[in-house]
């Protein structure tokens, strides 16, 4: 029970302990986008930061962020782009559910929130990595992470990179930390320009004026109650409800106990605070889903679900491989490697080595592995015999894996089990306008209220491609930073 | 925009038009019992209806009541069943999600529910249907409705009938409607009790005392507003929110206009309702859907999906097939049938001889059909030789179809294309305690408000039986009635 996170009305508060025009809950990616935002535009901003220090999920992030339609990155790596293409990539792959107007919305301001980025101070190395992988191994800055050039992707849009990642000096294997140098030059940006912060500031529910209008926050700080005024605006910038068990059984119970990417901040308050007030919420169902494999490994074999049938090309973006296995694949994947192609694999580069699995079976024959794995007998045969005929043709017809990874599967041959192999968070939350208010259910804004980031349903529906949360974050954080300060 | 959502303070109703101990929102199933039970306990009870008469969707049904654990008519009949079985049943059937505190609930409470029907007039003929169907295809009082006697659900609790079908007399084939015979006799007995009802009345708003206690409703009769007060409990029961597109679009964006099993005043209203007073919710994305072909023609062939392989016993639930296709297949599904299969399912008995179709392409070789239907090269003739082996030897080793289905495919060979042959309606709605209370986002239920059918989040979450609407909304609709009766 959490009778906390009734709405205060305003005339319940005797006096309030700290005050600002604009006052953003969360100092992660979209705290600090609407902090710089709001900032820039001449209000006294106040954030409120549950931890210690700024950072959120972000900071711990690989630090993608999603951009396209032809940054000035993109051009320096050599690849085209445009808007168009861009969004026609995103109706589908953030789908089904995808907002054609928010995609349409994001993508045409994707070039101009590049821009921006740099102008804060974020640094991005005009290199390109193209090999198969989570993040790139060094300070590359431009990487697919979505499946844009698998298929069926590929025959949708012209398949452009679209993960931008901050330079991240002396990167070392396996600190996933670009995500840092995305936030520190944002939080310099804010401060410089007069943000102030408060931490260990934990907010629990939002206040009320008598004709609705929300008027700042109550919290508690060390244990002990205080309200906040927000003379503008309140944004709401808390992170998704992936450590929340009851809503993640409520709304996503495939991912319930198996958070990933996330921080135990994320436990949905912000979204529960504006739904006391009678907010809408939309996607709730719909995750991010990390395939805890390395995908040097899953592109160099097969992957087969508890039926033996492949399923999904293996060199598609390993999280929506991880969606596909989770929802579609009752959580139940083997991947089909032979010595050589594992050995290949062991050997190849990659950031995550980590993630990179020894095989759980290892047999003279397919009929053996069937039977090891405890497959039904012949499936697999014939999925290891059909792959095989066709890739000593340079031919994938079921699922259109690309030519450059296509190898008849030889022996000794082995499987990886991975099943329960997924963790991810939530992408469902708050539903808000393109200039980031909240919404009622009656479709009316909330005045006075603002949110972005993953407390929010953003760009990604039931799809997801990396660099979405801290793209979607970021963009709709200055919107909300932007609207909350003229409100 | 729909600012008549809005919570309505008491304080700025002059005067109330209607007013009773408990009043109801919709006569469908859950409202029906609601009001019975309410009248019951003494309560003086008032029924708004949208519509010009009772029913709802409850009266346009098949009719189905999904109920076990031992009822008079399972034995009649000549099944064992416990509430332990019913149990282990439902919690495997209606996940992932499923909650164990309202299966096990339901389980233990269903014979004596079974009694109270019957108490009410609802007639059952001891008889029961084992063929394949959707429905019954006379007035037989019971059927397999969830898959139970089909794998994996055979596997992990004794498969009994749980489907139980009021008794129709004079029932015509096509002429679904024994749902009829249920809401019947539910509302002579809620009238007989002194139940009151008013027709052509849009709720669409709760009114509510300063101290959040919900005191009444708005509504709209023939476009004028009126308020209505309700001196001990307001229970909302006015259905799904399958005709509600931007729901649909939020929430279940796959079902999006293809409402089934609905009527066109699920709109959603009375979950905003709620919302607007911060009311919580649960399982929004998970849907029933109806599968549209003949089960007699399913269960004689195999299904495949895009990529030619099998993926769900065709002896299966025709509602799962529906979710599995829908859902895991990217709505795509082909049935391969032979000429002799066919012929037989077309000649068997149905009450839904609508739904037999005819193959969408004819070959005299796998191969031809394969091609035909444009699938890759060699796997639907994998598939079939697979099948066709294990079949004559009285096996289904990938999928447990029952051997009394098993037959070798042979020639000529057809394929029905069931692509984009789903419809349904949604199963997520508002949180509520066991005694039907609407649960605000805090944890504590909302003073004065109860719900039942399907705008809540009933017994199903992400699986499905039929019968499970019926059931659950009349089951929860009478614990509303008495917790509101006597609130």
């Avoid at 396996?174 to 320009?193: D, I």
């Avoid at 393109?434 to 919404?439: G, K, N």
């Amino acid at each position: 029970m959490d009778t906390d996170v009734y709405p205060r009305p305003v005339s319940q508060i005797a006096s309030w302990d700290l005050e600002a025009d604009v006052v953003i809950a969360g100092y992660g990616i979209a705290g600090v986008a609407a902090a710089v935002e709001a900032a820039s535009a001449g209000a006294d901003v106040l954030v409120l930061e549950r931890t210690g220090g700024w950072g959120g999920a972000a900071a711990m992030a690989g630090g993608f962020i999603y951009l396209g339609g032809g940054t000035p990155l993109q051009k320096a790596c050599g690849f085209d782009d445009s808007v168009d293409n861009m969004a026609a990539f995103l109706n589908v792959a953030m789908g089904p559910g995808a907002d054609a107007d928010r995609v349409g919305d994001y993508c045409a301001g994707s070039v101009e929130h590049f821009d921006w980025l740099v102008r804060c101070g974020v640094p991005f190395k005009p290199e390109f990595w193209g090999e198969p992988g989570w993040e790139p191994p060094g300070d590359q800055g431009l990487m697919f992470t979505g499946g844009e050039n698998a298929y069926p992707f590929n025959t949708i849009a012209e398949p452009a990179p679209r993960g931008h990642i901050p330079q991240m000096a002396n990167k070392k294997a396996g600190e996933a930390s670009a995500g840092y140098m995305l936030m520190k030059p944002l939080v310099e940006t804010a401060a410089a320009a007069g943000v102030r912060a408060v931490y260990d500031v934990h907010a629990s529910a939002l206040a009320v004026e008598s004709d609705g209008r929300v008027a700042g926050l109550v919290a508690r700080q060390y244990g002990k109650p205080i309200a906040i005024r927000a003379r503008r605006g309140v944004v709401l910038a808390a992170g998704s409800f992936a450590y929340n068990d009851a809503m993640m059984a409520q709304f996503a119970p495939r991912l319930l106990g198996r958070p990933g990417a996330s921080i135990e901040q994320h436990d949905g308050q912000a979204i529960r605070m504006a739904q006391a007030l009678g907010a809408d919420l939309a996607h709730m169902d719909a995750t991010e889903v990390a395939f805890l494999v390395d995908p040097q490994q899953t592109v160099r074999g097969i992957l087969v679900n508890g039926r033996g049938q492949r399923y999904v090309p293996e060199d598609m973006y390993s999280g929506r491989i991880g969606q596909l296995t989770l929802y579609h694949q009752d959580d139940t994947a083997y991947l089909i490697i032979d010595g050589d192609a594992q050995e290949e694999a062991m050997a190849a580069t990659s950031p995550t080595p980590f993630l990179k699995r020894p095989a759980t079976w290892v047999c003279e024959s397919v009929a053996e592995l069937e039977s090891e794995i405890g497959l039904p007998a012949g499936v697999l045969q014939d999925t290891v015999r059909v792959y095989n005929d066709n890739a000593a043709r340079g031919e994938d017809p079921l699922l259109h894996k690309k030519p450059e990874w296509l190898k008849p599967i030889g022996t000794p041959v082995g499987a990886i089990d991975l099943r329960a192999s997924c963790a991810g968070f939530t992408l469902g939350g708050l539903q808000t306008t393109l200039d980031s208010e909240v919404l009622h259910v009656s479709g009316a804004p909330i005045p006075g209220l603002y949110a972005a980031g993953r407390c929010t349903a953003g760009v990604a529906a039931w799809g997801y491609a990396s660099g979405i949360s801290l793209g979607d974050g970021s963009f709709y954080g200055r919107r909300a930073g932007r609207a909350a300060a003229k409100n």
